[in-house]
């Protein structure tokens, strides 16, 4: 009876861990990714797969970290951290879910405005009918289920529509890859951008959430972290350099893509209306998954509280937050400045976020007195945050 329990609590734990894995990697594929892609494959041409190389390294030991950390110790990010100092954990959730609020407003408008390019209907309606259909997949019974299901179906349709575009465009391999390993020049401010688009804010702890709510807890599902962790970042890494590679191909021609929504020219250029209607395809997906992943994780840092599950406190919560996002949108558009502000607190959010799992890592109450976290992730772990708390600072000052 015990090896049946156990059998299937791995099966169970195996799919929350790819259930994890495309959480995470479609949560950071959302409209402001393909925007930057876009963006710095034009003003850095080849030497932009160094930033992507630079990003994949340190997305590998931001989420190995986090997630590990979170799974032995069994506990979300925001009770962890009130166990290392009280208190913390509720600072913590206050800055995952502000960042989180935020930039759905442009995960909304993404996927209205991919609806729009597919259907010709109003982006404002196309918003509306996204920010429906995610409630509805959110909040229905054995949600997990279904958000699973909806994040694969829209990685598989991106994946597709980049493997499309791959085949009808001309690409310079050879060129991308000998600067993306040996770059003629260096962006520190990509390096930064894309970072804090992949890893930063709530995208940190997408994985670590959902596998822990999938029943994976101690030192022995840890291969499951590895799995959920390394799928994840491979699928976010492989669309982007795909996306990128599409890219490089239409700038090196001398294109100048359209700075209010270069990703769009990169598509229309490359293969026509056609392309165009590809790209709305990938919007739409783009945005959907990551209202799904911001909603999911920003509401999982709120409803810690809440012991009376009848109450349905995460679902009131998962309305109002796609509610508020959708609504700002409908009346103001889409905010530049307050993203930008927030893109700058979600950069600072990772090194806040990672120093305190961190910390937590070496305290016995915690993890547990046979846990010892290994030692290369540690030291890395830090070099990550003290890099990225230095840029995160800087860009703010910058700003401000």
């Known amino acids: 009876m015990q090896e049946k329990l156990s059998q299937s609590h791995h099966q169970t734990v195996k799919k929350a861990a790819l259930g994890g894995a495309f959480l995470m990697a479609m949560s950071a594929v959302g409209p402001g990714f393909l925007t930057q892609t876009a963006t710095f494959t034009q003003s850095e041409k080849a030497n932009f797969g160094f930033a992507i190389l630079i990003c994949i390294l340190v997305d590998i030991i931001v989420q190995l970290n986090i997630w590990r950390i979170i799974v032995v110790a069994g506990k979300r990010a925001q009770l962890i951290a009130n166990e290392v100092v009280p208190g913390l954990g509720y600072l913590l959730s206050a800055l995952v879910a502000l960042g989180g609020l935020f930039f759905n407003i442009g995960n909304v408008a993404g996927a209205g405005l991919g609806l729009n390019v597919l259907f010709g209907i109003p982006v404002i309606w196309g918003a509306i009918l996204s920010a429906i259909f995610a409630i509805g997949i959110l909040i229905v ?25 791959l085949i009808v465009t001309k690409i310079p391999y050879e060129q991308a890859v000998s600067h993306t390993f040996a770059p003629t020049k260096i962006d520190f401010y990509s390096i930064l951008t894309i970072v804090g688009g992949t890893v930063g804010g709530y995208i940190s702890f997408a994985g670590g959430h959902r596998l822990l709510e999938g029943g994976a807890k101690g030192q022995a599902d840890i291969k499951y972290v590895n799995l959920g962790a390394l799928t994840g970042i491979g699928l976010a890494s492989v669309i982007r350099v795909m996306l990128f590679l599409v890219g490089l191909a239409v700038v090196l021609t001398g294109t100048k893509l359209d700075p209010t929504n270069p990703a769009a020219s990169i598509f229309k250029t490359a293969a026509g209306s056609f392309g165009l209607k590809f790209f709305g395809l990938l919007l739409f997906a783009a945005g959907m998954s990551s209202i799904i992943g911001s909603t999911f994780t920003s509401t999982s840092f ?99």
Not at 307 to 336: C, E, K, M, W
């Open 141 to 165: 019974k054995n949600a997990l289920k279904y958000v699973d299901w909806t994040v694969q179906i829209l990685a598989i349709i991106a994946v597709l529509v980049l493997i499309y575009m």
């Open 302 to 400: 709120l409803d810690y509280a809440v012991n009376d599950r009848s109450v349905r406190f995460r679902d009131y919560l998962t309305v109002g937050f796609i509610a508020f996002a959708t609504i700002v949108f409908a009346l103001v558009g889409q905010p530049a400045k307050v993203l930008v502000v927030v893109g700058a607190l979600n950069g600072l959010i990772l090194p806040i976020a990672l120093a305190i799992l961190l910390v937590a890592a070496l305290k016995e109450p915690i993890m547990g007195v046979r846990y010892h976290h290994p030692i290369w992730l540690s030291i890395t772990g830090w070099i990550v945050v003290l890099f990225m708390a230095f840029a995160s600072l800087k860009t703010i000052f910058t700003l401000f």
